[in-house]
């Protein structure tokens, strides 16, 4: 199986601590297609399957922190904890728009997939009551879980910024939606980590909750792309085996990040002394950041 093709070079400046803030982005969505990436049709669904799973689960993240915050003493994690809270509303808000602006220009149905994530992250994995210590124990599996989730997204967002996903005929507007995004799970990858051990996740449950967490997301987004897949009307109705089949495919030719790396990422999480710090580069993600299409967009 093919690793990572890279597409960019890796600034060697490290910008040293950043000051994590959310950014005004601005998309023009009036004509993208369902198929947003032409020459990769499933490898795109199934990107693009994060606009539907995305913003729910970006409001769990937030409403956790602001659950978490008043025992946070640190003044320093504080910080950090309120600007990853700014990107991630920023990241709700801008996600949840592409299923207004394009799923249903394009007469897709998201409604029964972002359901169910209402479901899962407001009721299975959202606040639960019962005495002080129940609620603070539940707290502190969903800070776990949010941990090993950001773990993902920074590896997702170092990849896509470095894939030539323009080889593919990728509309650069989504192409930069999901670059942008990564650029800034990148730039913010070592809050959650911090925060959960601030909160004594330690060893034994980062291994548990990677191990519960991993299937999880990857079958949320093979659903996702299975629910594209059956409503686009250019595309036969894959099964889930055929489906899986053309993601291998796309894996190989590049459009996907492969398996290999995948799971050489979620098994780096079981080594002693764990930090995300390696995954991506700072300086490259502040690079993109700067030079992002929508971000200057708002910004004139």
């Given at each position: 199986m093919k690793l990572l093709r890279r597409a960019a070079s890796r600034p060697e400046t490290d910008p040293g601590q950043v000051a994590l803030h959310a950014r005004n982005v601005r998309f023009d969505w009036s004509d993208v297609a369902l198929q947003w990436m032409p020459e990769e049709p499933i490898a795109g669904h199934?990107?693009?399957?994060?606009?539907?799973?995305?913003?729910?689960?970006?409001?769990?993240?937030?409403?956790?922190?602001?659950?978490?915050?008043?025992?946070v003493k640190d003044e320093k994690l504080r910080e950090d904890m309120l600007g990853f809270i700014g990107q991630e509303s920023m990241h709700a808000e801008t996600h949840e728009k592409v299923l207004h602006d394009v799923f249903t220009a394009n007469d897709i149905d998201s409604g029964p997939y972002v359901r169910q994530m209402e479901y899962l992250f407001r009721k299975t994995l959202g606040p639960r009551g019962g005495d002080d210590r129940a609620a603070r124990q539940m707290l502190v599996e969903r800070l776990a879980f949010i941990a090993c989730l950001e773990h993902f997204f920074a590896w997702l967002g170092d990849w896509v910024i470095n894939a030539d996903l323009e080889k593919f005929g990728a509309d650069p507007n989504m192409a930069d939606l999901f670059r942008w995004?990564?650029?800034?799970?990148?730039?913010?990858?070592?809050?959650?980590?911090?925060?959960?051990?601030?909160?004594?996740?330690?060893?034994?449950?980062r291994c548990a909750s990677m191990t519960?967490?991993?299937?999880?997301?990857?079958?949320?987004?093979?659903?996702?792309?299975?629910?594209l897949v059956h409503q686009d009307p250019k595309l036969p109705d894959y099964g889930y085996l055929r489906l899986i089949a053309g993601v291998f495919a796309a894996m190989w030719r590049g459009a996907l990040p492969g398996i290999p790396s995948l799971l050489r990422s979620a098994l780096s999480t079981f080594q002693p002394g764990y930090s995300p710090e390696s995954v991506g580069s700072t300086a490259q993600a502040v690079a993109y950041l700067a030079a992002s299409p929508a971000a200057r967009a708002a910004a004139s």
């Open positions: 199934l990107i693009c399957a994060l606009n539907m799973l995305l913003p729910e689960g970006e409001r769990m993240f937030i409403a956790t922190y602001r659950e978490a915050l008043p025992y995004h990564g650029a800034e799970e990148v730039e913010h990858r070592n809050v959650a980590h911090d925060v959960a051990e601030y909160f004594g996740v330690g060893y034994a449950r519960l967490v991993f299937p999880i997301f990857i079958a949320l987004l093979v659903r996702g792309a299975r629910f």
